[in-house]
């Protein structure tokens, strides 16, 4: 089955540095990659996907880059702020024709941005 | 429009115990995920439902762990006789409809079950 690596285990940078979070994955028939934010005590929330036809996708402060060949992606974070603080998961599946697209997870990231 | 919503929030057994976890999905969304969440870790797969159907159940830890969804919307995950190592959050995760194209899922907030 897929398995995926995450690193840092935590981060912390001061508010307005950016932050770089990277994944592997072992899976070469993996074609999603989402990025979830878990703030203490809540579900992971979606910030951000690629899947595997693109190179690179950005929403404001966000971005996403995938290396196919690498078997490897990494989410950036630019201008980052105190509420960037959280957990951060990365993840891998591969979207099955009618569903079925069960996420394989990272360990995730402690971001700690500092004032 | 409503996200995922799950109850209780909380739970605490004793050992050996029965829980029942609820899970009502986005409206109109077919897929339905269960995951599992050990402290400090990222969430690990239990089961898939497509609208009623169980299609994978491949994650679930033992024969104690049980989850349906007989009309095709609320889920329930249902542990037997629980154990100390049952504790961690159990969030589920529904996703719009749309084969192999729009894969997003969207999670609830999750229950917390500790067993004492």
């Known amino acids: 089955g897929e398995n995926v690596e995450q690193h840092p285990s935590t981060l912390s940078v001061q508010e307005g540095d950016s932050a770089v979070i990277k994944c592997t994955y072992s899976?070469?028939?993996?074609?999603?990659f989402p990025w979830y934010k878990q703030e203490l005590g809540k579900g992971p929330q979606l910030i951000i996907d690629?899947?595997?036809?693109?190179g690179e996708k950005k929403d404001q402060r966000i971005a996403v880059t995938l290396n196919k060949t690498a078997k490897h992606f990494s989410l950036h974070i630019t201008e980052t702020q105190p509420e960037d603080s959280a957990v951060y998961f990365c993840?891998?599946?591969?979207?099955?024709?009618?569903?079925?697209?069960?996420?394989?997870f990272g360990t995730g990231t402690q971001l700690k941005v500092e004032l | 429009g409503a996200g995922v919503s799950q109850s209780p929030r909380y739970k605490v057994a004793k050992r050996g115990q029965d829980v029942a976890l609820r899970c009502d999905p986005i409206?109109?969304?077919?897929?339905l995920f269960w995951y599992q969440q050990a402290l400090g870790q990222g969430p690990e797969f239990l089961t898939y439902?497509?609208?009623?159907?169980?299609?994978?159940k491949s994650g679930l830890p033992s024969d104690r762990f049980f989850a349906e969804r007989p009309e095709g919307s609320v889920s329930t995950l249902k542990i037997q006789r629980t154990q100390q190592e049952d504790s961690a959050v159990y969030l589920c995760?529904?996703?719009?409809?749309?084969?192999?194209?729009?894969?997003?899922?969207?999670f609830g907030p999750g229950t917390r079950l500790t067993v004492l």
């Open positions: 993840a891998a599946s591969n979207g099955l024709t009618g569903g079925g697209n069960k996420l394989t």
């Open positions: 899976d070469s028939a993996s074609n999603y």
């Open positions: 995760a529904s996703s719009p409809p749309g084969a192999g194209v729009r894969n997003e899922q969207f």
């Open positions: 439902f497509q609208n009623e159907a169980q299609l994978d």
């Open positions: 409206s109109g969304h077919v897929s």
């Open positions: 690629i899947r595997s036809n693109v």
